[in-house]
Every structure is written in C-alpha cells, then in structure tokens.
C-alpha cells in the first residue's frame, strides 16, 4: 500500500530537544513528505534556521514581519496550505500560548489560523510536565482538537529521570502518517 506524500509544516520551539528534529525531518523526507520549518525566536537559540534550511531544501520561516517573498501572508499562507502542523519539540510556554489563543508570532499566528491537523510533541523538565497548569493547558487543547504525541520516561537534559522526554522519533513518525 503506498504511502500518501504530505505538506507538512513543522514548527519548532526552545526545547533542547530541539536537536532531534533533524532526524524527525530526514525520516519524514525518506517517505516522500514536504517539509517546511517554522521556528520560534528562543528555538534559534538551539538550533539554526540555516541547518533546518539545509535538511528540508525548503525556507525556514522565522518571523511574522519583515518577509517580502511570501508578500506579507506567511502568517496565514503556511498554515493553510499543509496537511498537518506538527510542534516538535513543543514548549511548555507554546502550549500555553496554544490553550489561550495568543498570536504573538509566526508560530502562533499559524496555529490559530491553520484548518490542518495539529500535532504536538512535548519535551519538557518533568517538574514542567507535571505541573497542574501545563497539564490543563494540553487537556484543553486536546478538547478542541490537538493531538498529543505523549513525551516519555526518561533520563531528561536537566540530569534527573521522569516524563517530559520527546517521544521517540518512530512515535511522531507513526502520528505523522496516522494523522
Ligand atoms: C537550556 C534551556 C533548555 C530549555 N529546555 C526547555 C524544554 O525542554 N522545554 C520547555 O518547555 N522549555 C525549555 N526551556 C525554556 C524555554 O526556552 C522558554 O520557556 C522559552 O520562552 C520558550 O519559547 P518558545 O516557546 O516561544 O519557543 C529551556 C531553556 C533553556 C535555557
């Protein structure tokens, strides 16, 4: 059975587990997907747009203002001209712009624009994780519609062992072709 190609737009937040997206990029290429980045300002401080720029062959988009070749729309063209919007990694500070609606930058902009399927991986300290107000937030977008791919247990960056570790890169491909 083949497998239908997708746009895909990837949005990418300040989470150090923003190096893994490289390889969520390269497995989603091998099967054929588009990918087009997005990234938030604090993800630049992990990561470079140029790298993302290099794995996609695509633009990487990183501002809402001041980006005369998508005249002005970026905003509202990359959202709605994907299949699926998927955050990885996804913040606990993205999550909570999410489950308020905020459109204070290209990322959110295209959240509350888009009519594609959002998926959403967080990656987070586990005392983040498991903190009532972060655990409201994502209940409530899973409410209107988001789909979570469920971080693990795991040894986190900050050195202890607990949930908030991005989910294994098989896991978001699998909500990726499911979605
Ligand atoms: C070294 C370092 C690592 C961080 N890792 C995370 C993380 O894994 N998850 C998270 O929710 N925030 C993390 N943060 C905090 C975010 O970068 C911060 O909340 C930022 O405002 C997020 O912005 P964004 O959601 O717009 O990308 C980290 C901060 C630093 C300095």
């Known amino acids: 059975m083949s497998i239908q190609k997708k746009k895909?737009?990837?949005g990418v937040t300040g989470s150090i587990a923003a190096y893994k997206v490289g390889d969520v990029i390269r497995?989603?290429?091998d099967k054929g997907h588009e990918v087009t980045v997005v990234m938030t300002k604090e993800a630049q401080e992990f990561i470079t747009p140029l790298t993302f720029a290099g794995l996609t062959a695509n633009k990487v988009y990183t501002q809402i203002f001041q980006d005369p070749d998508s005249g002005a729309m970026a905003h509202i063209k990359l959202g709605t001209e994907s299949d699926i919007f998927l955050?990885?990694?996804a913040t606990a500070?993205?999550?909570?712009?999410l489950?308020?609606?905020l459109a204070d930058d290209l990322l959110t902009c295209i959240a509350i624009t888009t009519k594609a399927k959002?998926?959403?991986a967080p990656a987070m300290n586990v005392e983040m994780y498991?903190?009532?107000i972060v655990q409201e937030n994502c209940k409530k977008l899973a409410s209107h519609g988001f789909k979570f791919i469920e971080p693990a247990h795991g040894k986190l960056a900050c050195g202890v062992t607990g949930m908030g570790h991005l989910a294994e890169v098989?896991?978001?491909i699998k909500a990726v072709e499911m979605g």
């Open 8 to 10: 895909i737009l990837l």
């Open 27 to 29: 497995r989603l290429r």
């Open 87 to 89: 955050i990885v990694p």
């Open 93 to 97: 500070n993205i999550i909570a712009k």
């Open 99 to 101: 489950a308020h609606g």
């Open 118 to 120: 959002i998926l959403v």
């Open 130 to 132: 498991e903190n009532k």
């Open 170 to 172: 098989d896991e978001i």
